[in-house]
């Protein structure tokens, strides 16, 4: 590599825009705090309770590729299904959980619910996919989503899309509103 020639008005410019440059007698420059930083809390493990409390009594149906979902927890008007399949809710957030095993899908699941109801969500899309690649021709992750949302206590109800927002491959999720946002006046679910 070529050393660069600088012209003397170039060499005059750097050393104007550097300006007085005293030299270092140590190769080791110790650097020091001006202060001590301020002390942190150590951070407390957050240790979530197992949100698939909810026990089935009964055992559920295998699903085929194409059959609908639908659940709505006791004490709510079925009117609230209704109002769900058509979209009356709005989506506040979404997740696909296309071709993760099981175990990881739950783990995203469970993540994901906890994080939409701390944040306010009501109403969310869950893609799981119809299943066509399954093992035995049975959907894998169709029939865990169906099981795992029943058992959440977030849960109060959901159902399959409608086709343009993947049809049978997905579900509605009608969520409780988290304890910090409180119950509103004419709250309507």
């Known amino acids: 590599m070529t ?3 600088l012209s003397a008005e170039d060499s005059a410019l750097f050393r104007q825009t550097i300006g007085k440059v005293i030299a270092v007698k140590k190769e080791n420059v110790a650097l020091k705090p001006a202060r001590k930083p301020r002390p942190r809390p150590l951070s407390q493990t957050f ?9 089935i009594d009964t055992a559920l149906e295998t699903l ?4 609908k979902l639908s659940f709505i927890a006791p004490g709510l008007q079925k009117n609230v299904l209704k109002k769900l399949r058509k979209g009356y809710y709005g989506l506040d957030a979404d997740i696909d959980l ?3 095993s099981s175990q990881v899908a739950k783990q995203h699941l ?6 939409c109801v701390e944040d306010g969500c009501r109403c969310v899309h869950i893609i799981h996919g119809k299943g066509y690649r ?5 959907p894998v992750l169709k029939n865990d ?4 949302l029943r058992q959440h206590k977030d849960v109060l109800a959901f159902c399959s899309t409608p086709p343009k927002d993947g049809g049978t491959g997905a579900v509605f999720v009608l969520l409780k ?8 006046d004419g709250a309507e679910y």
Request: aromatic share 8%.
């Open 64 to 67: 085929s590729h194409e059959d």
């Open 134 to 138: 399954s093992p035995e021709h049975h």
């Open 145 to 148: 989503v169906n099981l795992w």
């Open 98 to 100: 296309h071709g993760l």
């Open 177 to 184: 509103l988290s304890e910090k946002y409180g119950e509103q």
């Open 3 to 5: 050393k660069k020639i």
């Open 110 to 115: 469970l993540n994901f619910l906890h994080h």
């Open 47 to 55: 240790e979530r309770d197992n949100p698939l409390e909810k026990v």
